[in-house]
């Protein structure tokens, strides 16, 4: 008997195979009011729920112990330093609840180890992993950024070092967490913002999960991996930018590295020896997942905000040139309020 849809042995061998797995039944697809509630959750990430500082006795310790090696000026300073930098641990923690409790989650667990960040909230119907992003205060945050080099991944291809060591830190927590809690039935969304994109897309390829993962939302990611990385990702990755966010545009890519290179040589006599250089250090960085890219509008209007499923480099360097701002602006761009608020009033637009 032959069939349309095998028309060899091989074929028929291979439907056959396929058949018998299941199929998927929690890779979702993408949903403006999930993209939007993920952005909610990679905001609230933020929110500084691990002491700064593990007690008030470990702080009066360390200033005892500096207390000889600084004179008294310098001692002063350094405890409004601290005070300057601490937080309210109860009050960041009743923030956190009342939000998630806006958003109808309760909070199941926190992770904070070497200076990655994340929580685990449930809804009853679904579970999401959010990871907080770079703090600019945090040297451990600026370190896993600036780490570039790739290492190889278990699972095949090369991955951004530092993005790749933050996962790490806190994987074992993480599925430990996952195995033995109430929402090990339910499917898992992972989200982040800026460098917790990074690390969600990589616990999207690494992380178990008893229910499965139903997909990634990441805001305003840069890029943590080469081609081949990517090629074993079978969780649905969806990669959202805002406007002319800057920050995905790192690491630069191997046609970025490629077009620098072919400009250095025309550089009189240091020119080739400078392009040699960039292409030994440069690591063919690209991006993980399917984009969706969020256009500009007048912050103080956002109704005429839109998402398009993808947009060239020239359509994105005209919106640059057409908003007439400086560079800074696009670091504006990278913000997750931002993200936010355009992404609600999109959900609104196309649910009405």
Not at 109 to 135: K, P, S
Request: charged content about 20%; proline content about 4%.
């Amino acid at each position: 008997m032959t069939y349309l849809v095998a028309s060899s042995p091989h074929e028929l061998k291979n439907a056959k195979e396929l058949i018998d797995y299941s199929i998927p039944k929690y890779r979702q697809a993408y949903s403006d009011r999930t993209s939007w509630l993920m952005a909610c959750l990679s905001e609230l990430a933020y929110i500084k729920f691990n002491p700064f500082i593990p007690t008030e006795l470990y702080a009066k310790h360390f200033l005892d112990n500096v207390r000889n090696l600084l004179n008294k000026k310098q001692h002063q300073h350094l405890g409004l330093l601290f005070q300057s930098t601490n937080y309210d641990l109860e009050l960041e923690k009743k923030k956190l609840s009342k939000n998630l409790l806006l958003l109808n989650m309760k909070l199941v667990a926190t992770f904070d180890n070497q200076g990655t960040q994340a929580l685990l909230v449930t809804n009853g119907n679904i579970c999401v992993l959010a990871f907080r992003g770079t703090e600019l205060h945090s040297l451990q945050d600026i370190k896993s950024d600036i780490n570039s080099d790739m290492r190889a991944c278990v699972n095949g291809g090369n991955v951004h070092v530092g993005f790749n060591d933050a996962y790490e830190s806190i994987a074992i927590e993480l599925e430990e967490r996952l195995k033995y809690s109430d929402v090990n039935y339910l499917p898992l969304y992972i989200t982040g913002h800026s460098l917790g994109g990074a690390i969600a897309t990589i616990a999207a390829k690494r992380l178990k999960h008893q229910a499965g993962i139903a997909a990634c939302y990441t805001f305003g990611s840069p890029k943590l991996a080469d081609p081949q990385w990517g090629y074993s990702m079978k969780t649905p990755v969806y990669r959202i930018v805002n406007s002319f966010d800057c920050v995905p545009s790192f690491p630069p890519s191997g046609g970025a590295n490629y077009i620098l290179c072919k400009t250095l040589n025309y550089i009189p006599f240091i020119g080739p020896k400078l392009s040699s250089i960039v292409k030994l250090l440069a690591k063919n960085y690209m991006h993980c997942g399917n984009m969706r890219y969020i256009t500009h509008c007048n912050l103080e209007s956002l109704e005429s905000t839109n998402i398009h499923y993808s947009v060239s480099l020239f359509y994105r360097l005209r919106q640059l040139i057409v908003k007439k701002l400086p560079f800074t602006n696009s670091l504006k761009d990278h913000s997750i309020k931002q993200y936010r608020k355009k992404l609600a009033v999109i959900a609104m637009k196309r649910n009405k």
